[in-house]
């Protein structure tokens, strides 16, 4: 049973910085393209960020270029978003996912960016 468990959200001031984790189970990790993606209160589902299977391939979306990374440690199933400059704008729940379209994703972690 594939399983995607995020955590690490919380509140934080504009300009901050977060770290989320999501473990991964159930699958073959280290063999999958991984994704992070994000809603936004009343808006679809966003891409943010991917890495491909040895983790030296990053793509990011131009909303957080330059303040979010991604990153995986395959040797325990797990993603990393690190998430810094944070700005009100990015406030969502943010989803570990198998895919792009979010088709296989946990249950979300919610970031709330906020003075």
């Known amino acids: 049973q594939v399983q995607l468990m995020e955590s690490g959200g919380g509140l934080v001031q504009p300009g901050g910085s977060l770290r989320l984790s999501c473990a991964a189970s159930g699958f073959p990790f280290r063999s999958y393209w991984m994704y992070w993606l994000r809603q936004a209160p009343g808006k679809g589902l966003e891409w943010v960020s991917r890495i491909n299977p040895g983790g030296f391939v990053l793509n990011s979306a131009d909303s957080v270029k330059g303040r979010f990374t991604i990153s995986r440690d395959n040797a325990q199933n797990k993603l990393f978003l690190q998430m810094n400059s944070l700005r009100p704008e990015d406030t969502a729940v943010y989803y570990c996912?198998?895919?792009?379209?979010?088709?296989?994703r946990g249950k979300g972690t919610l970031v709330t960016v906020s003075a």
């Open positions: 996912a198998r895919d792009m379209g979010g088709t296989v």
